[in-house]
């Protein structure tokens, strides 16, 4: 009423009483698209229901046909005026519109105008979430215009979406944890319309159940998402009556989790330390690891990566998202530099290129992984990941191949306040809770910490839309045609400790003994087997 927005995650600004609608005061793609969406105007019908004051639907309808008046279905002001997506949303404000106010003759012209265009299959996405709230939009304008044609055709779609959408162990193709949570809300809104409208859901909507268990699966022992893909670091969801209930809340309520290993063909393996059995919930170990497609719709060049959590804090991050404005900085977050992964110089990532699964087993003493990626050109990369159930600690043993010489920068991003230090071959943070250690135990590679730096771009975390810190990252830096990393990491609540000794490396794995708070294990790792043994 006063001409102030608050849009998304952006800073509130003051616009004229009568907008253009070519506005763009913060400079940002993303406040832009919030404007034309135009899904404010549903407070202002919301305050004219609570308070009974006229003037708020006044208000909200004023602004609606303003929108109407100035932006032609062609020559419109703004690129986001009829925006596939801000046509979606803007449309179901629409149909809320009609609902709770006279639909009067430009009403009901710019609902024809929306229905058309949403119908029209040259404007249609046909994949990922911009699809679904484009179906939406049309099952909405259809049901107030009484359109069974339009009706038909979004509940035909979105049964069709879900299909390609929405995998058969619930996990959706957009590649983010975010994108999961936003996806199964979406999904079970179309799933609530097209039952209120008469159509039968397809049966694929019985994966929706299985959403919130991967959710669960992918919520931090502290109550936060794992910001993979363009996730930022916020609570996760409380689904109610669903073990993503659980996850949210530290197990306060809900149904606690079965497992604590899950691995999804998607590519992702997620691995937990317990549910808070014998330490609290918010203390437990958590380790994801990713690979898989090349990145579509929200995800990164993430393939590969391992991140962790421990003692309430993130550990070892994926930095997120930053913004969805394009850029350098864009560039960086989706980029190899930002994860945890080994990184070739004078070599561009190839975007097109998938991460795979070479094998896979779990016992009640560890899980093993080993994954292959082959996006820098001319280099092929082996990861294996396996991480002691018994001492909480994890071996990384990376092999780069090359019949050319490169220089390699094995990456480990911390949290902003990690305060990491650098002592011979290892590296380990100094905060009041939740620390880790790095030690490298083969290959000799020069260890440095950078943070914050702009040129190249590295060092930063982005924990919300926009906003971007200065965080710590080890490089362990290598030069040859082919290299070998293997690197020991643990997770601690102060100062992290460990012995390592007899260490022997072979052609196809390695020998080791660990020793954590007076434990020892042997582990011995040969191509496609692993043995971990506790040592009297």
Known sequence: MANQYRLGAQPIVTLPANPTWGENPLGDSNWQFQLHAMRYVLDLFTAARLTGDRAYRDRALFLLRDWVTDNPRHSAPSVWSWNDHTTALRAVVLACAADLAPTTSWLHNALVVHGRTLADPTFYRNEGNHALNQDIGLLEVARVLKRSDWRRLAGSRINTLIVGSVDAQGVTNEQSIGYEAFNYKRYREAEERMLAVGLEPSAAFARLDLMPQFLAQATLPNGTYEMIGDTSGWPADVIAGTPAESAATGGASGPKPTATITRYEAGYLFARSGWGEHRPAADETFLSMKWGPAPIFHGHADGLELTLAAYGSRLLVDPGPFSYNGGIYRGFFKGRSAHNVVTVDSSTWNRAAATRLLGYRQSARYVDIRLQGAGDRGVVHTRRMTYSRGLDYILVEDRLTSASVHTYR?????????????????????????????????????????????KPIQGWISYKQGQKLAAPVEEATQRGRSVRYLTLIVPAAGRPEATVSGLRLTSSGYSVTITIGGRSERVTVSGTSVWIHELP
């Open 410 to 454: 094995q990456l480990w991003h911390f949290v902003e306040d990690a305060q990491p230090l650098v002592g011979g071959s290892s590296v380990w943070t100094e905060r009041p809770r939740g620390n880790v250690l790095i030690r490298q135990l083969a290959g000799a590679p020069q260890v440095r910490i950078v943070r914050g730096r702009t």
